[in-house]
């Protein structure tokens, strides 16, 4: 497949699975620390499980260690203040906040790997950000208080760990580290906190089990998808096009989700802005 059918099928599955993710923590009021850790785990085991049936194998891990350490400890710690951000910022401001993963990602991919920019890739990764910014209710929400600097550092850890993540993914199997990946993430999750373990039970009830299988499943084909489209695609291009999610998902939420059916003019008007956007970087 070709980097740009492998971010469809990454934009679409990490879409549905920010759905899921919603529905069950705000159904099952999970713990944000103990979800994170057995989330992780789950997800992990599942890609592990599909590495060992298709042949697993890191070949040159050991001369990207750096990147490896950094990927997997920049993702732990980013998914502990992912969930205290949560906490204290609205979802609305925390789109915004999130997405400037995509700037880091961007400025990582030309610093390190030399990639370049056209004139009309900049200026379609800025209308994308824009209709980002569209979903944002009060543009004073963004100020620099707790909330917005928490969200900020979760921006800038997602950043350098996707970096990382997707340079050790381009240097060894692709499906072998991601199962890797996800385990160590969610060991560095569970060691930043180990008394979220008295939370984990609820996790593997009936009920809540079946709930969190389907997103693992969802959330395991998006980042396996995602990975292969860094592996394939320059960081600067495929980063961009992977904030339509942010707006796939709003979509979705109106299609699906009752309580999101509001602000809907300013919703699709965004969409048309991230679609157009979207064709500036690809043309």
């Known amino acids: 497949m070709t980097w740009q059918l492998y971010t469809i099928i990454s934009v679409l599955a990490l879409s549905s699975s920010v759905l899921l993710q919603k529905v069950l923590l705000s159904k099952f009021k999970s713990d944000p620390y103990a979800y994170a850790v057995v989330f992780q785990g789950l997800v992990g085991v599942l890609l592990m499980i599909f590495a060992l049936l298709v042949d697993f194998k890191l070949p040159g891990i050991q001369d990207v260690i750096v990147p490896v350490i950094v990927s997997v400890v920049a993702f732990g710690l980013g998914h502990i203040v992912y969930a205290k951000t949560l906490q204290v910022v609205e979802a609305s401001a925390f ?27 900049i200026i379609g990764a800025i209308v994308i950000f824009c209709s980002v910014g ?37 240097h060894t199997d692709g499906t072998s580290w991601a199962a890797i990946s996800f385990i160590g993430t969610s060991l560095v999750a569970f060691l930043a906190r180990p008394q979220s373990a008295k939370h984990m039970s609820k996790l593997f009830r009936s009920k809540v089990l079946l709930s969190l299988g389907v997103l693992t499943v969802f959330y395991a084909i998006g980042s396996l998808t995602m990975l292969y489209a860094y592996k394939e695609g320059a960081f600067s291009i495929v980063t961009p096009l992977r904030q339509s999610s942010i707006i796939i998902t709003t979509l979705l939420a109106l299609l699906f989700i009752s309580t999101e059916r509001n602000r809907i003019k300013r919703k699709l008007v965004a969409a048309a802005l991230c679609f157009i956007g979207v064709l500036l970087i690809v043309v």
């Open 95 to 121: 789109s915004v906040l999130f997405a400037t993963q995509a700037i880091w990602i961007m400025l990582l991919g030309i610093l390190l790997f030399n990639e370049t920019l056209t004139i009309l890739q």
């Open 134 to 170: 569209l979903l944002v209710k009060n543009i004073k929400e963004l100020k620099l208080d707790r909330g917005t600097l928490l969200g900020l550092l979760t921006g800038l850890l997602f950043g350098v760990a996707i970096t990382a993540w997707s340079y050790v993914g381009r």
